[in-house]
């Protein structure tokens, strides 16, 4: 049957088409195996493409202008990158991005979950007790949260120092901030010694950095909230009530002490004053007559009649206008009738200052 056997012939009966069918069967399998070959040379050409983009990808890394790359080959540094695109050897070098330029922070006693601009800060519900409850010096417990501020000013030392940077961090500032609580009083801790406490810990933490050679540079330690634990808090707030009352009364005592004390110690330094002013008056009067009188008596020795003469006319002057009118007559005056001016001896009378003339001449 035209060259074919009864197994063609059954195989021909299977395939559908009628008359013709062999060569329409060898047509549909070179169809099919053309096919095939576009089908895989389609996906070779895909996966080449793909290949090539996978390559290209891990050659060109991009630093932001707030990190630096750090290129590890075989976990040995090569080189440290600045900002812009840059090369690498391709399944070979790591880079580790590292924010030099970017403040961040630790934060302890507490997690913020959003900070936004205009909204309220949230926080992170969980109880974060561990980290923040600590013991004071006077055997208190004080809740004590806080801020640590850094940056990393050596990508090298920070990834090839210390192992595990975050982790070893914050166990050394927890425990420099409970070393620096434990020297302080409760009362310390929780009002006056707030800025002492932040001081200490961050010159303490600083010089632990540069010791362990970490990288970092501390900007900044803030103490957040330090409160009582919350089942002693009504206790606290009446003593912290009392505190405040009594300083009120220690306030008022000093201002009125302040308004009291000093005008008191002006008057008596006035007092004072005064009195040896006086002092100084009597002496130096004193003094003065003193040498006035011994100048007297040298004039005296050396001219008894005139000085006699001149002491006598001297204390007339001053006694005389005191005595008030008085009439004075010569007892040796002869032949004279005296002119007696009884007007001005009766004005003189009335004003006991006034000075009355003597009569002139006669005798009574």
């Not at 922070?105 to 936004?116: L, P, S, V």
């Not at 002492?196 to 803030?222: D, F, K, N, P």
Request: charged fraction near 30%; avoid cysteine; aromatic fraction near 8%.
């Amino acid at each position: 049957m035209n060259g074919f056997d009864d197994d063609d012939e059954i195989r021909f009966r299977r395939y559908p088409g009628g008359r013709g069918g062999p060569d329409r069967f060898v047509r549909d399998v070179q169809g099919w195996f053309r096919r095939a070959m576009e089908s895989r040379r389609t996906i070779a050409m895909a996966a080449g493409a793909l290949l090539l983009l996978f390559v290209l990808a891990n050659t060109f890394y991009q630093v932001q202008p707030e990190e630096v790359g750090v290129v590890v080959r075989f976990g040995r540094y090569i080189r440290t990158t600045e900002p812009g695109l840059r090369v690498k050897v391709p399944f070979v070098d790591r880079v580790h991005l590292l924010p030099v330029q970017r403040q961040l922070k630790e934060e302890f006693g507490f997690r913020t979950t959003a900070a936004d601009v205009g909204r309220r800060t949230q926080y992170a519900p969980s109880d974060f007790a561990q980290e923040a409850v600590m013991l004071t010096g006077d055997l208190n417990v004080a809740v004590v949260e806080w801020i640590v501020q850094y940056r990393i000013s050596d990508p090298y030392q920070y990834l090839f120092r210390v192992r595990n940077i975050p982790g070893t961090f914050r166990a050394m500032t927890e425990a420099v901030m409970r070393q620096v609580v434990g020297d302080r009083t409760v009362t310390e801790v929780l009002t006056v010694g707030r800025q002492a406490i932040e001081s200490e810990v961050e010159a303490l933490l600083s010089r632990l950095v540069r010791e362990y050679e970490m990288g970092l540079t501390i900007e900044q330690v803030v103490l957040q909230d330090v409160n009582p634990p919350d089942p002693v808090k009504p206790s606290w707030d009446e003593v912290n009530q009392a505190q405040q009352q009594r300083d009120r009364m220690i306030n008022e005592a000093r201002a009125e002490y302040n308004k009291v004390i000093p005008r008191a110690r002006g008057e008596a330094q006035q007092a004072i004053l005064e009195a040896e002013g006086y002092a100084l008056n009597r002496v130096n009067r004193a003094q003065g007559e003193s040498a006035r009188f011994r100048s007297l008596q040298e004039a005296y020795r050396r001219a008894p009649d005139v000085t006699r003469r001149r002491l006598y006319l001297e204390t007339m002057e001053r006694v005389l206008p005191r005595t008030g009118g008085r009439l004075i007559v010569d007892p040796d005056t002869r032949g004279i009738i005296p002119l007696l001016p009884l007007d001005r001896l009766r004005d003189g009378g009335a004003s006991s200052g006034q000075r009355t003339a003597p009569a002139q001449g006669g005798q009574r």
